[in-house]
């Protein structure tokens, strides 16, 4: 079995700009969850999604929004970014009734 | 608001001996506990966890305790290797929440050959 697949890798955007990360689950796990992890902190919850719909919501602005596909890959979206936007950005999957999460190995966003 | 608190930034500890990293919650609806391990350049990846209902859950050389009067909870490596060198964060995640985890801002663990 694949992993968690996360693309792209590496990004680099400016200021205002707006970008969309992509994820792919493990075959089998149904649910998709996003964090965002800054230099010397650890991940933060942005959303969490299962069948399509969003289960759980961070605290994080309404220049965030993601989406589930039928096939459970999922995509992370931020408008208008910012320099604190700067960050690696983690897909998570799971069961529904595991509580194990398997992590992507992320995608470095850089805004300059 | 930090729910998690992993207060120690970094750990060196020799090989052959212990590891010992630390965790403390504040939030009494977290009933499950789990650690990661992160290596530069990759994902977090799943280690060991412990539910509320239990003390103690071991698996080959890491342990994971947890004191819930004191809301405390400890990961043990027995015996250290180099290759445990890693950054270690510990998560919870609360009853009834759309299961999504609630991270420390880790311990970055070296051990020294």
Redesign the interface.
């Known amino acids: 079995d694949a992993g968690v697949t996360q693309s792209p890798t590496h990004l680099i955007k400016t200021r205002g700009q707006q970008v969309t990360l992509r994820c792919s689950p493990i075959s089998g796990h149904k649910s998709v969850s996003w964090y965002q992890q800054v230099l010397g902190q650890g991940p933060q919850f942005i959303f969490q999604y299962y069948e399509k719909e969003e289960r759980g919501r961070g605290n994080f602005p309404d220049r965030f929004s993601a989406r589930q596909f039928p096939n459970y890959s999922s995509e992370l979206n931020v408008n208008a970014l910012l320099l604190g936007d700067s960050a690696l950005y983690l897909c998570a999957a799971r069961q529904l009734m595991n509580t194990e999460a398997f992590f992507g190995q992320g995608t470095r966003l850089t805004v300059v | 608001d930090q729910q998690?608190k992993?207060n120690s930034p970094s750990l060196s500890v020799q090989e052959g001996r212990i590891s010992i990293l630390n965790c403390d919650y504040t939030n009494s609806m977290f009933d499950?506990f789990?650690w990661?391990k992160k290596y530069p350049?990759?994902?977090?990846?799943?280690l060991i966890?412990i539910s509320s209902i239990k003390d103690k859950n071991e698996d080959g050389r890491f342990t994971v305790f947890l004191n819930k009067s004191a809301k405390h909870l400890s990961l043990h490596i027995v015996p250290s290797q180099p290759g445990d060198s890693a950054v270690y964060?510990c998560?919870a995640?609360a009853s009834g929440?759309?299961?999504?985890?609630?991270?420390?801002?880790?311990t970055q663990l070296t051990v020294l050959p």
């Open positions: 998690v992993q499950y789990l990661y350049a990759e994902g977090p990846t799943f966890s964060f998560a995640r929440s759309a299961r999504q985890l609630t991270f420390g801002s880790g």
